[in-house]
């Protein structure tokens, strides 16, 4: 079955330190690929995503590569600040070619804190 | 506009009792998901439904779980009876679609404790 893998936490950093947060996955059809974060307290949020390989998604200047031949969409941003501390999820939405798709199977997540 | 709705956001429960977690999903949207966050398993889709109708409820851990849509913007899930196993942040989501590539909105989360 479809399974997704990320780095367990929690990840600290200091503000304005460079970030990645690896995340590999596993899947029988042509996934698409998110990344979702949640605040404490909240629900999740969608952060960014990519439907097919080689696309890449940004928002909030957070980036994600598709990679189909690692099967990997690493998490990176530049300078993180202390707004950034929250839970991020790696999610994969799975189709078989034509079909529609299940739910998001998701990561364990990865707690990230960063430090003035 | 209002994102997906959930109630109530908290619930503290004794083991046996019937449970009602209710979700209204964003007007307009025809998939709805449930999940069910814990510490131990991370987030596990429960069961979700395509314009009403459950697709796949394969997720749902035993028959004491029931998930019903009766209509497009309402939705419950009920645990009876509740055991403490079942505490847990239970979320609903939304979108457009079934579709792999359509995004889906999270409400706040129910928190769930079985004592």
């Known amino acids: 079955g479809d399974s997704v893998t990320q780095m367990e936490g929690p990840v600290t950093l200091s503000e304005e330190a460079f970030l990645t947060i690896n995340c590999t996955y596993t899947?029988?059809?042509?996934?698409?690929l998110f990344w979702y974060v949640q605040y404490p307290g909240e629900g999740l949020q969608l952060l960014l995503k990519?439907?097919?390989?080689?696309d890449k998604g940004s928002n909030k200047g957070f980036e994600a590569t598709y990679r189909k031949e690692t099967t990997s969409f690493h998490l990176e941003k530049g300078s993180v600040q202390v707004s950034d501390s929250a839970v991020y999820f790696c999610a994969l939405s799975d189709r078989e070619s034509g079909g529609g798709a299940d739910g998001l199977t998701f990561g364990k997540g990865t707690h990230l804190i960063i430090q003035p | 506009d209002a994102g997906v709705i959930q109630s109530p956001r908290h619930e503290v429960t004794e083991m046996g009792q019937e449970v009602t977690l209710r979700c209204k999903p964003i007007?307009?949207?025809?998939?709805l998901f449930w999940y069910r966050q814990t510490m131990m398993r991370g987030l596990e889709l429960l069961i979700y439904?395509?314009?009403?109708?459950?697709?796949?409820d394969s997720g749902m851990p035993e028959d004491r779980f029931s998930a019903k849509m009766p209509n497009a913007s309402f939705s419950t899930l009920k645990i009876q009876p509740s055991e403490p196993r079942d505490s847990a942040v239970y979320f609903c989501?939304?979108?457009?679609?079934?579709?792999?590539?359509?995004?889906?909105?999270f409400g706040p989360g129910t928190r769930l404790t079985v004592l």
């Open positions: 989501a939304s979108s457009l679609g079934i579709w792999a590539y359509n995004e889906q909105f």
């Open positions: 007007s307009g949207h025809n998939s």
């Open positions: 899947a029988t059809g042509y996934p698409s």
């Open positions: 439904f395509n314009n009403n109708v459950p697709i796949d």
């Open positions: 990519a439907t097919k390989a080689d």
